[in-house]
């Protein structure tokens, strides 16, 4: 069993910034990809970016050159960091953890962007 906290959302002005963690805890040494996803009220739940062990990253054409994902390996702790935020990047942001049999999920953190 792996659970999974994020943290860092919160309000934030259209253009601004913001950088959020994962923190994995539990059964993690077989974990290999972490990933970020986020859902708007109404929408479905997307894939944002995702990192694996060995460092090989993935990112979605919507926040491609905004949005930089990174790994602690030690840890097991991966970090969102957000640039030029846009109001349509307001959502729930979840982090999601697999390892070779199965994929685990945190309670998301609110991001809203607004002026």
């Known amino acids: 069993q792996v659970q999974l906290v994020e943290s860092g959302g919160g309000l934030v002005q259209p253009g601004g910034s913001l950088r959020l963690s994962c923190a994995a805890s539990?059964?993690?040494?077989?974990?290999?990809?972490m990933g970020w996803y986020r859902q708007a009220p109404g929408k479905q739940r997307d894939f944002i970016a995702s990192?694996?062990?060995?460092?090989?990253?993935i990112y979605a054409d919507s926040v491609k050159g905004r949005f930089t994902i990174s790994r602690d390996n030690a840890k097991i702790t991966v970090y969102l960091q957000m640039y030029s935020l846009k109001p349509e990047d307001t959502a729930v942001y979840y982090c999601?953890?697999?390892?070779?049999?199965?994929?685990?999920w945190g309670q998301g953190t609110q991001v809203t962007v607004s002026s």
């Open positions: 999601s953890a697999r390892t070779t049999i199965e994929t685990y």
């Open positions: 539990g059964s993690i040494r077989s974990t290999y990809f």
């Open positions: 990192i694996t062990s060995g460092g090989s990253i």
